[in-house]
């Protein structure tokens, strides 16, 4: 089944669920599904992470994936692959433009370097994603850099790095078909600290279309 | 002051390292076009490895270079980079997996003995395993002496910089906590031949530094995570 955007409806979505802002989600999707992530409200980033579903030490790796396509960034095409070249996903649809695979996942005690003691306490991405991985056997041993949908994180061509905002804007989304068995891991990111979720975190709507 | 250990790790090989805190690591570019894709895990911990994404926005660099604290996934500083030659090594291009290096053609013990062709992948995972580590433990390591420029365009292109590092080229590494370094010098995959060259690996004692140390000073949070890093064991 391909993903022409235009002929998935809502309606027809076999998947349709609600992510609350700080909660999280894991799920499959059969190979040849299209999966597409909503933000609902703008600027929420979607910390994202594809398994294979039959291996699941078969992850994505944002490095291998930024190298093999020669771009730093993810939009509609891009090949979200795995630590073993093997093509988990590719990007079919994109009303955002570009997303970040750089930044990683927050933390708590990432915040506390980046943000300061008092942030310790505060939910981060990586309490989401150890808590459904654990739903499916999976420590964080097993948890890799993952994706960030609608985060903008520019890279400059002297070696800088920033924290940007103003990519995403409600309701814009991000597609993905399965190229094989999928298992999908969300964490909708918490952070208050910074603009990633536009100083508001809120929630994401994931629809999914497969027989 | 002569150092602790010497050990070269010729072209294409791969080693592994236990480096107790305080002690300073150099790597030294033995040949020109060197690479050394190198993983860092906390040795009293080995879930708590390098994590490059929160190095790199936790100190806004899309590059490895000195004074940067190098960062765990849970926090610590794991090590700092107190100086280097060579102002750039790449974090975000990953290190070869065996389908970089068959690009070269078939190779094997059987017909090349000792020269054939490895990728880092299967010189990390041989490291990995000798201390019951595995595929779960690979994360983005750091390139040493390899540079990949992205563009300003919107797509953010990569570009390979070939002849970044020249031998003599050398980066030092201050150990934070008691470390487990587990590098490869097979060639970057981007490097366009199978081109690579040896490494020296020095353990030398380091001194103790304050809070006017150049990793403190350089950001409140590489400051943070060196901090982090003394409280391990209360």
Redesign the interface.
Known sequence: MSAALDTLAVEEAVLDVVVEAGDGFVGTVPAGGSFRIVDLNGNQAADTLFFDAHDL?NRY????T??EQ????L?TGSKLLS???DLLATITGDTC??HDT????C????N???Y?RHTRHQHAC?ETFVKYAASIGM????I??NINFFMN?????D?????ADGVSAPGKYVEVRAERDIVVLISNCPQLNNPCNGWNPTPIRLLGWWQ | MSPLLTHDVPSGAAYSVLVRAGRVVRLTALDDGANCSTLLFAAHDRVDRLNVPDTLKAQMSARICAPMVLMSDRGLGLASVTGSSLDWHDAISGHSLDAHAERFGASSYGSDRNEWRRSARHGLLSELRKHGLGPLDLHACVNFFSKVATSDSDAGTLTWVGGHASAGDWVTLRAEVDLLVVLSTAPHPLEPSWRSGAVGVEIETGSPYGRDDPSMTFRDESARALLAAKEVFV
């Open positions: 030490s790796s944002a490095m291998d930024i190298r020669g771009a730093v960034y939009t630590s073993n070249l433009g570009r750089v930044g990683g996942a933390a708590q005690e990432s506390v370097i980046r300061g990586r420590s964080a041993r097993g890799p850099h994180v520019p890279l400059t061509s070696g800088g790095l920033t924290f």
